[in-house]
């Protein structure tokens, strides 16, 4: 990847930033509501996602005024490309909160939709958009959350090379152009799913993707589970409620987990 080492010498800008993780998927923060950030400047993201030149982050949001609703919540993956984050949407929903922006209830408009969510103690309960399909490959199933997810179960998980096996499948025939995240989940003696993730746009394993789980919350019905199911990342649990609808479609999706406050900085860009 190739960024640029920030320059102090000639500050043009200073950039507020917060730093927020939803059980281990981190990301920056900006409120964007004064433009203080250009969202084109691609190199920028990069830059800031960086964890060696830059703040270090799975991905960056930025909250910015919405004429519809409560905000709207621009997600990118550290390598600039955007999509749906769903653990980035509960820290956004936590970090508007503190600014103010809404209470414990909170609406907002993301690259999928709209989607609401609310604050119950230290865990944000965010409504997923409803899934129309599930597309079955012998064993493998994929599954669109907001972003794309292939699941595929298997055993001995922790022992797994995710990124090796991932990234063959993120950049298979079938999914190279547009890419696809790729989930390995085990079922555990407690009833509850191991998940773990290789992310594209990241292009590494995360430590949790809340898209991920949810897809494979999904898709574990066809294993037998029932809504809520309990899943286990390598960075913390998360859980997800669903309706189910016929045969392959699911509404009433809640993804639900903890969006914790790290640490908040500045940097001239
Ligand atoms: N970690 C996220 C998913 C982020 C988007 C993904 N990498 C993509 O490009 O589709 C989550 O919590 O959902």
């Known amino acids: 990847m190739e960024v640029q080492a920030f320059s102090s010498?000639?500050?043009?800008?200073?950039?507020h930033f917060y730093k927020y993780q939803g059980t281990?998927?981190?990301?920056?923060?900006?409120?964007?509501?004064?433009?203080v950030v250009d969202k084109t400047d691609l190199a920028l993201v990069k830059q800031l996602c960086h964890r060696r030149y830059g703040i270090g982050a799975d991905g960056l949001i930025l909250i910015e005024n919405s004429q519809e609703t409560d905000f709207e919540m621009i997600y990118f993956n550290?390598?600039?490309?955007?999509?749906?984050?769903?653990?980035?949407?509960?820290?956004?929903?936590?970090?508007?909160?503190?600014?103010?922006?809404v209470g414990d209830n909170a609406e907002f408009k993301a690259i999928d939709g709209f989607h609401e969510a609310y604050i119950m103690q230290d865990q944000v309960f965010l409504r997923m958009r409803n899934v129309e399909k599930v597309e079955q490959f012998e064993e493998d199933m994929f599954i669109n959350t907001g972003s794309p997810h292939y699941i595929r179960f298997v055993k001995e998980l922790a022992a797994m090379d995710v990124v090796e096996e991932g990234r063959k499948i993120r950049n298979s025939e079938l999914y190279k152009a547009e890419g696809t995240n790729v989930n390995f989940v085990e079922p555990t003696q407690e009833g509850k799913l191991y998940v773990r993730t290789y992310e594209r746009g990241v292009e590494d394993e995360?430590?949790?993707?809340?898209?991920?789980?949810?897809?494979?919350?999904?898709?574990?019905?066809?294993?037998?589970?029932?809504s809520p199911v309990k899943l286990l990342t390598p960075g913390g649990q998360l859980q997800v409620a669903f309706k189910t609808k016929g045969n392959d479609q699911f509404t009433d999706i809640y993804l639900s987990g903890p969006a914790t406050f790290v640490f908040k900085g500045e940097i001239n860009i």
């Open 9 to 15: 010498d000639h500050p043009m800008a200073v950039i």
């Open 24 to 35: 281990g998927n981190d990301f920056i923060m900006i409120d964007n509501r004064q433009e």
């Open 78 to 101: 550290s390598d600039g490309s955007k999509s749906f984050c769903g653990n980035g949407s509960r820290c956004a929903v936590s970090f508007a909160n503190y600014l103010g922006m």
């Open 206 to 226: 995360t430590l949790s993707c809340g898209t991920g789980v949810t897809a494979a919350a999904l898709a574990s019905t066809y294993l037998g589970y029932s």
